[in-house]
Structures are given as structure tokens and as C-alpha cells.
């Protein structure tokens, strides 16, 4: 009986972990890397582009990963209203030099015509994050222009 009992204690725990996992796996953002597959995406989508450039050595771009955009409310906004593209200097530097990106991390959007709508430099927080993606929501969906772009 002791052991069904430890069985028992071991299969709740198990399945509560399991469960706690889940929501957070499916927060995840799922980027691409290829600036050419984002237009494409945005395009046939009438979602805007959000980028994130960064470097595999950058602390603050390590942050912002494990803290915004793995963030549950930032994953749910993206996956309903943009394209995801996460440009690195090790596989993009020649884009990020033209894009005059001087310091990492920074965060862009663009318009599917990839007309830059805002950009922000350093780390930003996904309390900030979400609210200047709404403030850019309400401004599309007031904006003619928007209303035939999608």
C-alpha cells in the first residue's frame, strides 16, 4: 500500500508539473529568421512585421528572450497579429548595419510594405512592449488606410 501510495504522490506531481509546462511552451514565439519569409508572411496575412535584433553574446537580448518574449500576453498578441522575425548579428549584420541598428537588443515594426511604424532601442519590458502593440492597434484600426490593408 506504501508503494501505491508513493506511485500515487509521484503521478499528481507529475501531472501537475506537465500541466504548469504546457501554457508556457505554447507562449512560445515562433520566429523566423528569414527577413524574405516575413514579408512573404506579412503580405499574405496584412500583419505587421515585429523584429528582434540581437546577439548570442548580448545579456539584455538574453533577458528580453527569457522575459518578453516568452511572456504568455506578448506570445498571444503576436501570434493573432503580427509576423515574428528575430535577425542576429552573427547571421544578419549586413541588414542590421543598413537597418542602423548601433546597440542591442532593439525591437522594430514595419508595415507589410516594410515602413518602419516604431522602433525601440534597448531592452523594453512586456508590460511596455504590449501596451505600444495595442497603441499601434488602435491606431491601424482607425487609420483608412489599415481597414483596406487587411
Known amino acids: 500500500m506504501n508503494h501505491f501510495r508513493k506511485l500515487a504522490v509521484l503521478t499528481l506531481m507529475l501531472v501537475g508539473f506537465m500541466s504548469h509546462r504546457q501554457p508556457i511552451a505554447a507562449a512560445?514565439?515562433?520566429w523566423t529568421h528569414s527577413p524574405e519569409q516575413a514579408i512573404q508572411a506579412a503580405h499574405s496575412t496584412g500583419r505587421?512585421?515585429?523584429v528582434s535584433v540581437g546577439a548570442n553574446w548580448c545579456h539584455y537580448c538574453k533577458e528580453m528572450d527569457r522575459d518578453?518574449?516568452?511572456h504568455p500576453a506578448i506570445a498571444k498578441i503576436i501570434a493573432e497579429e503580427y509576423v515574428p522575425l528575430k535577425l542576429t548579428?552573427?547571421?544578419h549584420q549586413e541588414l542590421?548595419?543598413?537597418m542602423q541598428i548601433k546597440g542591442y537588443p532593439a525591437t522594430l515594426i514595419f508595415t507589410q510594405d516594410r515602413q518602419l511604424v516604431t522602433r525601440m532601442d534597448g531592452y523594453i519590458s512586456a508590460e511596455k512592449?504590449?501596451?505600444t502593440m495595442r497603441a499601434i492597434?488602435?491606431?491601424r484600426q482607425r487609420s483608412p488606410q489599415s481597414s483596406t490593408a487587411r
Open 96 to 98: 542590421i548595419e543598413t
Open 89 to 91: 548579428d552573427e547571421q
Open 68 to 70: 518578453v518574449w516568452k
Open 48 to 50: 505587421l512585421i515585429i
Open 137 to 139: 492597434r488602435l491606431s
Open 28 to 30: 512560445e514565439v515562433r
Open 129 to 131: 512592449l504590449a501596451n
